[in-house]
C-alpha cells in the first residue's frame, strides 16, 4: 500500500476484523518488538542458570505486552488506522493503556537490574548507569504525577485538536513518533501506580488509586466530545477513501465510543493489580511480624500483658 497525502491508503477493500488482522509488518516495530523480547529472554535465561527464580506470571505478561504492540502494528490494523479513526482510536488505546500495563506487570527494570553484572569498585557499568537514570532529577520530575497525569490527557487533547495530528500523520516518520510516544506516554504514567518496578516516585496504595482515577475521566471526556461532534474534527479521517465504503462522521463517533469505553479498562486492571499487590503487601508483614515474634518469645505482646496485670493490681 502507498502513503500519499495524509498518510492516506487508497485501494483498501472494507474493514472486517480478518482484513484487519491480516500480517502487515512495520520494520520498525517488528525489530524493536523482537529485540525486547530477546533482552527480556536473556535476563531469564541469565537469572535461571544462575539459581535464581523469576514468577512465569511475569514473563507471560510481558510476552503479552510485547504481542499486543506487535498486533497494533505489524498487521492491517495499522494500515486501516491511517485511514480509519475507529481503527486508529484502537491502536492508540491499547498502546498507550493496555500495553504499558502488561509490560509494567513483567518488572522489566527489575529483571535488568538482577540479571546486569555489577561492574566492580569504583567503575560503572550497565547496570550501575541505570541505577544513576532511576535516581536522577530527571526521573523524579518524569514519574511525578504533577508531570504524568497532565501530559497522559494532553496526548488527547493537545494531538487530535490541532493540526498537530494531521502533520504526524502525514510522514511515515511522523506516525511512528507518534506510535512511540503513546507508549512511551502510557509507560511514564503507570510506572509509579503499578509500583512493581522500583521508581524514584512511589506513593502508597491510595495515593496510586487517586493518581489512576485523576487521569481516566479525561479519557471518556475526550471520547464523548468525539460521539456528540455533528461534523469531522480531524482533517486526516475527513476524506476516507471511497473503496472503505464509510462515512467519516459515523467512523469518527465510532472511535468517540472507543476512546470512552476504554477509559475504563485500564482502571479495572490496574486496581485488580494494586489490590492484589497490597493483599500481598499486608501478607508479607504479617509474616515478617510473626517471625520477630518467634525470635524475641513475643515481648511486645508479654509488655502488654504485664501492663494490663499493672493496672488490675492497681485497681484491686
Known sequence: MDHSGHGMMTGLPPFTLGRGLAWSADPFFLIACLLGLALYGWGVVRLTRRGDKWPVGRTVSFVAGVLSVLLMMCTKLNDYGMVMFSVHMVQHMIISMVSPILLLLGAPITLTLRALP???????????????????????????????????????????????????????????????????????????????????????????????????????????????????????????????????????????????????????????????????????????TDRAADRDGDKELEAYNAYLASLNTRGG
Open 118 to 288: 555489577t561492574a566492580g569498585r569504583g567503575r560503572k557499568g550497565p547496570r550501575e548507569l541505570l541505577l544513576m537514570l532511576l535516581h536522577s532529577r530527571y526521573m523524579r520530575i518524569i514519574t511525578h504525577p504533577a508531570f504524568t497525569i497532565p501530559l497522559f490527557i494532553a496526548s488527547l487533547y493537545a494531538l487530535y485538536f490541532t493540526p498537530l495530528f494531521d502533520f504526524l500523520m502525514g510522514s511515515k516518520v511522523g506516525h511512528i513518533g507518534m506510535m512511540v510516544h503513546f507508549l512511551a506516554v502510557g509507560l511514564v504514567f503507570f510506572w509509579p501506580i503499578m509500583g512493581v518496578d522500583p521508581g524514584p516516585h512511589r506513593p502508597g496504595y491510595v495515593m496510586r488509586m487517586l493518581e489512576l482515577f485523576a487521569g481516566m475521566p479525561f479519557h471518556a471526556f475526550f471520547g464523548i466530545a468525539l460521539m456528540m461532534a455533528s461534523s469531522p474534527m480531524v482533517e486526516t479521517f475527513q476524506n476516507p477513501p471511497a473503496s472503505l465504503g464509510i462515512d467519516a462522521l459515523s467512523d469518527q463517533n465510532a472511535a468517540g465510543g472507543i476512546a470512552w469505553a476504554f477509559s475504563e479498562v485500564p482502571s479495572v486492571l490496574v486496581l485488580l493489580a494494586l489490590l492484589f499487590q497490597w493483599y500481598a503487601s499486608e501478607e508479607r508483614q504479617a509474616r515478617r
